[in-house]
């Protein structure tokens, strides 16, 4: 059975445990996509790129951005913060998050914690991730540059209907820019690479 693609921010400086971390999300069978956040400040930048859904965040990233964090809080009031803790901190700062959970917590605990956040996925996102031959055409238009009049002109449909493929490659990807859903294509061997560098090289020869 299919299921979301959750994309997951996680901002711990410690490679043990991001990494134990990492092995247990993965190991899980749910579809958790993992991204390892360096500060406050790249997780900023990289959400323009990526649907974030959970941030998993040291409350330690937090001393003396309490300010800035309430900031992105506001902003982006649909992504959900999870602190993960494994020393004391004032409640104070725990309570910024809709959740936390130790690092001395069972598997089943934090992903059953993670799993009643996002009230799991309902049947109507069952197709998630997975774009239709049109969804694909339009993709593999999108990652050799072509603008939506042009890929309406090629693929014989409007531009209005274009868009609104490429909105549905975002719903079900989790992925907004252009650069990201190259990745994606390559990744899932939509288009080699090796077609992709061909046509970087026809358009640096123009």
Known sequence: MDKCRINIAVLESSDIIYEGLSNLLLKSGEHYYLYRIKDMEDLSRRYGDISFNIAIINPVALQNKKH????LKNTWQELIWVGMIYSFFDNRILNFFDDIFSITDT??????????????????????EHLSERETEVLIQLVKGLSHKE???KLNISIHTVTSH?????EKTGIKSLSGLTIYAITKKIIPLEIISTWNDGKTNK
Not at 68 to 71: A, G, I, M, N, V
């Open 166 to 170: 490429r909105k549905n490659i975002i």
């Open 107 to 128: 598997s089943e605990v934090i992903i059953n914690k993670l799993n009643k956040l996002l009230q799991k996925c309902d049947g109507n996102n069952n197709n998630l």
């Open 151 to 153: 890929i309406a002109d």
């Open 68 to 71: 800035e964090f309430q900031k």
